[in-house]
């Protein structure tokens, strides 16, 4: 069946003239927000590593990687409804306990390496991540905790505050009922929740603030990170995590949440934050617990995506223990689905896009020559990773699941197992050769910090990329893909980060002014359009325009040197695979959280700024796809 609407007119709206028809008749699952483009290839590739978890655990097929042997123990335990909803929250209780039973800040602080380890809600995140100034070693990094709403911006719309509330109150009732508080206290519990939520959220990020990710790193003595931390005993915890390895140094995400964190957590609020703790800590380890109680927790964030109804059962068990084991899954996939026939192309595609894009940023015309080497080292110098690694990391290998543990306690050993592993690392060099995304993922994705890009296997099949495809079309998608992940390493962001992912400034103060000019104007192009009841915040997905122009550009520029270049299948692909149908309310939500634009706008806005486009559909200053010539934004 044709996709196309032919009642609307290309010139006018290339999203619906490419995708109507399918956009009529799509169905989303009840279980998810959205189909189409990225979502149904991950729905068919979950499908199939579905099948083969259920012949595993029945013992019809044997895993070719002994490692699976314990995803598949996992899986089973996962499967045992029975078991896990006799249980309920009762293998919480010891945790929930020992936070109901502390008393006071000391108390607290004298049990705080035991409460981290056992996954404790604290009133801030720690994490070891690569040392952004020089990403040869790790760091230590704190941040912002997890606040009640998606976003803070929510908590200054008093409506849909109180809408999201109602929710969220509604939720945390049904899982308090399953504790072992008093009906008395499990009020007061939620009451104090929500007053301490309040207390973080004042000096919390945005999702605005968080997309200029640059930004984030502010290095700080660990002497003035732990007085801002007053009462809270954060030096005693580095302390017993690294004894005379604990950093000198941390990296602060957000400063002025340091700044005021004594008007927040203090013995005067420490109930507040006890009761906080305790209920955020069901919340964390629902997905842990019984069907029942995993299902409570989902309620919330599934009625503001208007998601229906839970997976099965065996669609959660996969899901689970896919994400914990995920680079072994992810190598078995490779492997078995993807071909090297596939592999050797793709990446033959990935080559020429680089060449291409040498030879534009050579012809570029508001750069410097000594701002032109820099960009070309670091392009030089980015890493592909295609497909699947050549093997997953050993550390897998000791992530065994023992038939005798219950399904929770098999869960926690495994948890507790790549926290102690992920904090281990600080005093070690980094390993870049780490994979961002595990071979199952339908994604593809830039790391800044490595310099590299990671193109899962999953990724690389229709309507993104086929052997059977014109290459056109493999431009039109994977192609412009690709060079969208290339592009993030120049884009507001990676702009700031050099050829070995250092935060490091390497431009020509002039140039970078143009560059900053430019992205105004790549800020402006999107900024306001009304979308779903919303309007675009330009800002907010402004480095993914970015990421999309320098991607269609670099392609563009490739298809010029084919015979004949068909550029009506590059743009009509480039507007199939954004392809999305969703519900209303995700779609609201991704407005004011995803540093997306919303699919529709992509496949719209970027061929715009390109003479090929209008070129190839003879679209004029009359039609609604027309953007006049002194608007178009090339970057790169």
């Given at each position: 069946m044709s996709t196309e609407n032919t009642t609307v007119r290309i010139q006018d709206d290339l999203y619906q003239y490419v995708n109507g028809e399918w956009l009529k008749?799509?169905?989303?699952?009840?279980?998810?927000?959205?189909?189409?483009?990225?979502?149904?290839?991950?729905?068919?590739?979950?499908?199939?590593?579905?099948?083969?978890?259920?012949?595993?655990?029945?013992?019809?097929?044997?895993?070719?990687?002994?490692?699976?042997?314990?995803?598949?123990?996992?899986?089973?335990?996962?499967?045992?409804?029975?078991?896990?909803?006799?249980?309920?929250?009762?293998?919480?209780?010891?945790?929930?306990?020992?936070?109901?039973?502390?008393?006071?800040?000391?108390?607290?602080?004298?049990?705080?390496?035991?409460?981290?380890?056992?996954?404790?809600?604290?009133?801030?995140k720690l994490e070891v991540m690569e040392d952004w100034k020089d990403t040869s070693r790790y760091a230590l990094a704190i941040m912002d905790p997890d606040l009640l709403l998606p976003d803070t911006s929510y908590y200054d719309k008093p409506v849909m505050k109180f809408y999201m509330m109602m929710l969220l109150k509604k939720m945390a009732k049904s899982l308090l009922k399953y504790s072992e508080l008093t009906p008395k206290e499990q009020k007061q519990y939620l009451r104090d929740t929500i007053a301490f939520d309040d207390l973080l959220r004042r000096k919390?990020?945005?999702?605005?603030?968080?997309?200029?990710?640059?930004?984030?790193?502010?290095?700080?003595?660990?002497?003035?990170?732990?007085?801002?931390?007053?009462?809270?005993?954060?030096?005693?915890?580095?302390?017993?995590?690294?004894?005379?390895?604990?950093?000198?140094?941390?990296?602060?995400?957000?400063p002025r949440f340091l700044e005021a964190f004594q008007d927040i957590f203090n013995e005067k609020n420490f109930p507040l934050f006890i009761h906080w703790s305790y209920v955020r800590t069901i919340y964390k380890f629902a997905s842990d617990l019984s069907p029942e109680i995993y299902a409570i927790s989902s309620q919330y964030l599934n009625k503001l995506m208007g998601i229906k109804a839970m997976p099965p059962l065996e669609k959660q068990a996969y899901r689970f223990v896919s994400g914990l084991f995920d680079q072994p899954v992810g190598v078995y996939y490779g492997r078995k689905y993807f071909g090297e026939a596939a592999k050797a192309d793709i990446t033959s595609i990935v080559k020429k896009i680089i060449e291409t894009y040498e030879e534009r940023i050579r012809k570029n015309d508001f750069l410097a020559a000594e701002t032109k080497e820099k960009a070309i080292l670091k392009l030089s110098s980015i890493k592909v990773k295609m497909g699947y690694p050549d093997n997953y990391d050993p550390f897998f290998d000791t992530l065994k699941v023992d038939e005798a543990d219950p399904f929770f306690d098999a869960v926690q050993k495994i948890r507790l197992r790549k926290m102690k592993r992920e904090?281990?690392?600080?005093?070690?060099?980094?390993?870049?050769?780490?994979?961002?995304?595990?071979?199952?993922?339908?994604?593809?994705?830039?790391?800044?910090?490595?310099?590299?890009?990671?193109?899962?296997?999953?990724?690389?099949?229709?309507?993104?990329y086929s052997v059977d495809q014109k290459i056109e079309e493999n431009l039109g998608g994977i192609g412009a893909v690709i060079g969208h992940e290339?592009?993030?390493?120049?884009?507001?962001?990676?702009?700031?980060?050099?050829?070995?992912?250092?935060?490091?400034?390497?431009?020509?103060?002039?140039?970078?002014?143009?560059?900053?000019?430019?992205?105004?104007?790549?800020?402006?192009?999107?900024?306001?359009?009304?979308?779903?009841?919303?309007?675009?915040?330009?800002?907010?997905?402004?480095?993914e325009n970015i990421a999309d122009d320098g991607g269609m550009a670099v392609t563009i520029e490739i298809m010029h040197t084919l015979d004949d270049p068909d550029f009506k299948a590059y743009f009509l692909n480039w507007g199939r695979i954004w392809c999305m149908k969703a519900k209303e309310s995700f779609q609201k939500l991704l407005l004011t959280m995803d540093v997306h634009s919303p699919a529709e706008l992509r496949a719209n806005m970027m061929p715009r700024n390109f003479g090929e486009w209008y070129e190839a559909f003879d679209v004029k200053p009359t039609d609604k796809m027309y953007l006049p010539e002194d608007k178009r934004i090339i970057i790169w």
């Open positions: 008749t799509a169905v989303i699952p009840a279980d998810k927000p959205m189909t189409g483009g990225f979502a149904s290839l991950d729905e068919d590739v979950e499908k199939l590593l579905m099948s083969d978890f259920a012949k595993f655990a029945k013992g019809e097929e044997q895993p070719d990687l002994p490692i699976l042997e314990d995803a598949v123990r996992l899986y089973r335990k996962a499967m045992d409804a029975d078991a896990r909803t006799e249980a309920g929250m009762k293998p919480l209780y010891p945790l929930l306990r020992k936070i109901k039973s502390i008393g006071t800040v000391a108390e607290f602080n004298e049990s705080i390496l035991d409460l981290f380890y056992a996954r404790a809600e604290f009133p801030y919390a990020l945005s999702s605005r603030e968080y997309a200029d990710y640059y930004k984030l790193y502010n290095p700080m003595s660990a002497e003035d990170v732990y007085k801002l931390s007053g009462d809270f005993g954060l030096r005693g915890l580095v302390q017993k995590l690294y004894g005379d390895g604990a950093p000198s140094m941390i990296a602060a995400s957000n904090f281990e690392k600080l005093n070690k060099p980094t390993d870049r050769s780490e994979w961002q995304m595990p071979g199952h993922m339908v994604n593809a994705c830039y790391d800044p910090f490595k310099n590299d890009i990671t193109f899962p296997a999953a990724i690389l099949q229709k309507p993104f290339i592009s993030h390493a120049f884009d507001n962001n990676g702009a700031h980060f050099d050829e070995n992912g250092n935060l490091f400034d390497w431009w020509k103060e002039e140039d970078f002014k143009t560059f900053e000019g430019l992205t105004k104007g790549m800020t402006e192009q999107f900024d306001g359009i009304p979308f779903h009841g919303g309007k675009v915040n330009g800002g907010l997905v402004v480095s």
